[in-house]
């Protein structure tokens, strides 16, 4: 498929698609894709020349494509489709009885990253930030690398890293995702393993399903290679399978006192703090002194998402010596943690966090850059299955907040599921006040709450809420400001 001439995305305004677009339109392919709603994204795909519809009608599609369709011709037009995508959606339909192959995007990647060297993240929680970490050390390193992002480098302002037409055979970073089992489309020749913990039960139905395809993920890392993984994430096994596991080293959270040495770790980090609205960590390893790393990202999640980054880095050739630098010179990925406003009356942030463990990695994080001010979390449950399997698990994790507002459920591609809401997450959060107003009400809401610290959270739309708070707030703060110092 590298060598495909015209490309066609069902559902090209997701993050994995429109990195895989721009990579065909930038290797001189043309192409084109469908999407259900204009966005952001859509729109810097159409500058930059890839045509995207929103209509979803037959006579919207690229004129050749409509000419392949009425004259029964499938050979000249790859067809890649999403899960978002329905399956009875017309014209994907159209497209499938027609002849054309429907392909997935992970089968795709797969293709794509079969004969270079690839460095695959994979793991419930991180894959983002490790990835878009590890790419930006290696490009800023002087090593040939490609990137396909699962978020917005704010370095570049796009989920897609070339290396330029002078490097035949350039290091490749992909995130390796276990939804739908897609991570199993790649081999790579190193990987690392950030998490096991239970998520998309409504596609392995429980927890151990989940574990195995981990394990057979690993075991698809080259003869030669090297898996790394968290020293939490050790819930599947090695043993068991035809083939014979790659050579895979553990790195972690290293106590006072413990060494790499004496774990038998490939790496490790210490001394999590925060200083100045950034984070500083030990980064250990091995074979190297300790180093102090300062950079944006705050919290242990963080620091663990680095240390793997970092280990993968020395395995692609990058010196020790440069990472301090260039860790403090990431400027991180849009929605981890991303700043919007930080003034002495009020900071903002946006995040990711969509599953228990990442939301209370998340307020962890803000406790520690901005200790002793109040944090108000605003929370917008992603899916119906994650929902009712987490239920208890998200509340205990908000009930860390000072107060929290809880939005609707973002359900994608879901169906509702009876008694399943926002709602149900807040009658079983404790000692912390939380509201569940509509839509509508929402800002009226968040005025009264007063925010110091702002601190939005989840993968559905809240992140388009973020302006227009920052302009309710703003406004409110002006008139306090006004009300206390009248004109004379």
């Known amino acids: 498929m ?242 014979p596991w790659p050579t895979h080293r553990i790195y972690g959270e290293v106590r006072q006192g413990q060494s790499l040495d004496q774990l038998g770790w490939e790496a490790g980090y210490s001394e999590v703090s925060g200083v100045h609205g950034r984070s500083q960590f030990r980064l250990h390893l091995e074979g190297f002194d300790p180093l102090n790393i300062v950079w944006p990202l705050p919290g242990k999640h963080n620091a663990a998402n680095a240390t793997a980054a970092a280990a993968m880095a020395l395995r692609a050739g990058l010196s020790s010596e440069k990472l301090p630098e260039l860790m403090a010179n990431f400027q991180g990925v849009s929605r981890r943690f991303e700043i919007r406003l930080d003034t002495n009356e009020l900071t903002v942030i946006d995040d990711y966090a969509h599953h228990p463990s990442e939301v209370a990695g998340t307020i962890d994080a803000a406790r520690l850059v901005y200790p002793n001010r109040k944090i108000t979390g605003v929370f917008q449950p992603h899916l119906y299955s994650r929902t009712q399997d987490f239920l208890a698990d998200f509340a205990a994790a908000l009930s860390k907040l000072d107060q929290c507002i809880l939005l609707p459920l973002y359900a994608a591609r879901e169906k509702p599921i009876p008694g399943v809401d926002a709602q149900a997450i807040g009658e079983k959060m404790t000692a912390c006040p939380v509201k569940c107003p509509e839509e509508i009400r929402f800002l009226d809401v968040l005025e009264e709450c007063d925010p110091d610290v702002l601190l939005f959270m989840g993968a559905g739309d809240l992140h388009h809420w973020i302006s227009p708070s920052i302009e309710r707030l703003n406004g409110s703060h002006q008139r306090t400001q006004n009300k206390s110092n009248p004109p004379t």
């Open 2 to 243: 590298m060598d495909q001439k015209q490309v066609f995305f069902l559902g090209i305004g997701g993050i994995g698609m429109s990195a895989l677009a721009r990579w065909y339109h930038a290797h001189g392919a043309l192409v084109a894709g469908y999407d259900r709603t204009a966005s952001e994204l859509t729109q810097q795909l159409e500058t930059e020349g890839i045509q995207v519809d929103t209509s979803g009608l037959e006579k919207a599609l690229p004129a050749s494509l409509i000419s392949d369709l009425t004259k029964g011709q499938t050979e000249h037009w790859t067809v890649v489709s999403t899960p978002a995508v329905p399956s009875d959606f017309p014209l994907l339909t159209l497209l499938r009885k027609a002849g054309f192959k429907i392909w997935k995007r992970a089968e795709i990647l797969g293709q794509l990253t079969a004969h270079q060297p690839l460095i695959a993240i994979a793991g419930t929680h991180g894959k983002t930030t490790t990835s878009s970490l590890l790419s930006h050390l290696l490009h800023a390193g002087g090593l040939p690398v490609e990137a396909f992002l699962g978020g917005i480098s704010k370095s570049t302002g796009s989920n897609l890293l070339m290396a330029g037409q002078n490097h035949e055979s350039p290091w490749m970073v992909a995130e390796a995702d276990e939804f739908d089992r897609s991570f199993l489309t790649l081999h790579p020749k190193h990987a690392v393993i950030t998490s096991t913990e239970p998520d998309h039960l409504d596609i392995y139905g429980h927890a151990e399903a989940l574990n195995q395809t981990f394990g057979e993920f690993g075991r698809q890392v080259q003869t030669g290679g090297l898996l790394v993984h968290l020293d939490a994430a050790q819930s599947w096994s090695a043993s068991g399978g035809e083939k």
